[in-house]
């Protein structure tokens, strides 16, 4: 990759598979790895199985056992994020102390806490708002992955492992945007804070400039659709509808070299790589945003989308994605 990565998110591309859209971070450690796709807890992968070691310039696989990384001739996808080389720290900025690991220059950190069944604040560790985060309970019981986006305010939420449309719960956020130093969760949701005494993970992101931006966009359900203004050309993009069950489909410059993009695939799915049906897949990505040229509703129907987008060559921050 060029750098250490602190965060690996990895896909079979080629065919269904129930191992894919794994997580792997140093924080929790190469063997502990949760799926974006599903409820499962977090599981264990055996010494020598797996990401058998994040290094200096990349990573090293050895035999699948949790994660489709390595079997047989398939074809993978990996996107790594670059925190702090493993290193956490105790954070006591919200009401509950959590452990971080964090790349302020960067917009992520990766938030550990165990929860208490009461409303909370909990300390990301950056220092801006956080404009797109994920929790996932690691034991204890099968639950959805619950995503905050700005766009949509702190009454609303998504399904990472779900095509679902926004949700709408005033409590589950304690209906307030997260601030410079913490994100607050309820302590009745079992997906983010119930029952006291139970390991979660939180990955989150804000925009920087030149790197990494979030936003929405409303869809026009042509191949004339909206150019979408980032700042930079993305080397990444995430597109789910806020108002539609729709995927999450998820674009990159690995796969497609140069435009238009088209090969997505989903974080709440299983299934292989895809152009799209009817309408296919096709975006370009330019010098500072992206402009949607498919009607494919997973991307450009009548509807409202939120978005996030990593750059391609971040100019101040070469080596953070």
Not at 29 to 36: A, F, L, M, N, Q
Not at 249 to 275: L, M, P, Q
Request: hydrophobic share 35%.
């Amino acid at each position: 990759l060029g750098f250490q990565p602190d965060m690996l998110w990895l896909k079979q591309r080629d065919a269904d598979s129930d191992y894919s859209n794994a997580i792997v971070d140093s924080s929790r450690g190469r063997t502990k790895v949760i799926y974006s796709h599903d409820t499962r807890v977090e599981r264990t992968s055996p010494a020598n199985k797996d990401v058998a070691s994040f290094d200096s310039d990349g990573f090293t696989v050895d035999a699948s056992e949790e994660i489709g990384i390595n079997s047989g001739t398939g074809t993978y996808l990996a996107w790594g994020w670059k925190c702090n080389a493993g290193t956490t720290a105790t954070n006591t900025s919200g009401t509950l102390t959590s452990t971080v690991q964090a790349n302020q220059a960067a917009g992520f950190s990766m938030v550990q806490y165990t929860s208490t069944a009461t409303d909370v604040t909990i300390g990301h560790g950056l220092s801006s708002p956080v404009d797109f985060y994920f929790i996932k309970k690691r034991n204890d019981q099968a639950r959805d992955a619950l995503t905050y986006h700005r766009s949509l305010g702190p009454s609303k939420y998504l399904k990472l492992n779900d095509s679902a449309a926004a949700g709408t719960d005033t409590g589950l956020w304690n209906n307030t945007d997260p601030s410079s130093t913490v994100f607050h969760v309820d302590g009745n949701t079992t997906e983010v804070n119930n029952p006291s005494g139970v390991a979660y993970i939180a990955y989150c992101w804000h925009g920087v400039k030149g790197m990494s931006h979030f936003g929405i966009f409303t869809g026009t359900n042509n191949t004339d659709g909206a150019f979408v203004y980032t700042g930079f050309r993305p080397k990444m993009l995430f597109i789910k509808s806020s108002t539609a069950g729709e995927n999450w489909a998820v674009f990159d410059t690995a796969r497609n070299t140069y435009n238009t993009v088209d090969k997505g695939v989903f974080w709440n799915s299983n299934v292989a790589e895809t152009t799209g049906s009817g309408g296919g897949f096709d975006i370009d990505f330019i010098s500072n945003g992206f402009k949607l040229r498919a009607s494919h509703d997973n991307i450009n129907g009548a509807q409202t989308y939120v978005y996030g987008a990593w750059g391609d060559v971040p100019f101040k921050y070469s080596n953070a994605l």
